[in-house]
């Protein structure tokens, strides 16, 4: 597709409750990058793929979250056993390639998935 | 401390005024920036790259001082339309974006 499409809008789960979140990149797009935005608009890195291979994993939290880029589907994050922290937005960007120009790297952005862990 | 640095605001300026926004970043291996804006909690949309150069976009510019590591943004002739939060945003290795905390404009009649 032409825009990051991400499912669902709103998620709740209860404390202690699985949460699985999905991202379609823009057709074409070989990155797919999961940010984490919490109050006061911190948003924190969390992983990247090229492709289906985990590029970068530096910011996920290593004990319940996991990710995946399987081919010819949507990417998947997913929370085991939610914490009250884990609430926040969760936004989705893809980037064509990997390039010295900024055309290449520039990170186009889905609506997010809003976590209400309660 | 922050890797990327902003004024949070809130900035409240009349329709038509001229505002500039800075930011600077401790990561000297950054390796472009971008500024983005958000608004009402959705996604970010880029609004220019920044170039040592300084580009225009409209009414906007966009200035980067790589000795500094300073960046900044200026908005002339603001519309009502401009109020949003206005994200700095370094690239860094492994294509990852650091942002950050935001500044707030409010444009007001």
């Known amino acids: 597709g032409e825009e990051v499409a991400q499912t669902p809008k709103h998620l709740v789960r209860g404390e202690g409750q699985k949460a699985k979140l999905y991202c379609a990149p823009i057709?074409?797009?070989?990155?797919v990058f999961w940010y984490q935005q919490v109050l006061k608009n911190e948003f924190k890195f969390l992983i990247s793929?090229?492709?289906?291979?985990?590029?970068?994993e530096t910011g996920m939290p290593k004990e319940r979250f996991s990710a995946k880029c399987l081919p010819n589907s949507p990417c998947s994050l997913e929370i085991q056993a939610t914490k009250l922290e884990d609430s926040a937005v969760y936004f989705c960007?893809?980037?064509?390639?990997?390039?010295?120009?900024?055309?290449?790297?520039?990170?186009?952005f889905g609506p997010g998935t809003r976590l209400t862990v309660l | 401390r922050k890797e990327v640095e902003q004024d949070p605001g809130p900035f409240n300026v009349p329709e038509g005024a001229t505002v500039a926004f800075n930011c600077t970043y401790s990561n000297s291996a950054s390796q472009s920036f971008f500024w983005y804006r958000q608004d009402c909690r959705k996604e970010p949309k880029l609004l220019m790259s920044?170039?040592?150069s300084g580009n225009e976009d409209g009414r906007f510019t966009a200035q980067l001082n790589r000795a500094s590591q300073y960046i900044s943004l200026l908005i002339r002739d603001s519309k009502l339309s401009d109020s949003a939060t206005y994200l700095c945003v370094a690239l860094n290795a492994g294509n990852m974006l650091t942002f950050g905390g935001g500044t707030r404009l409010m444009v007001k009649p």
């Open positions: 057709k074409g797009h070989s990155y």
């Open positions: 793929f090229q492709n289906e291979n985990v590029f970068d």
């Open positions: 960007a893809s980037s064509r390639n990997r390039g010295r120009g900024s055309s290449y790297n520039e990170q186009f």
């Open positions: 920044v170039y040592s």
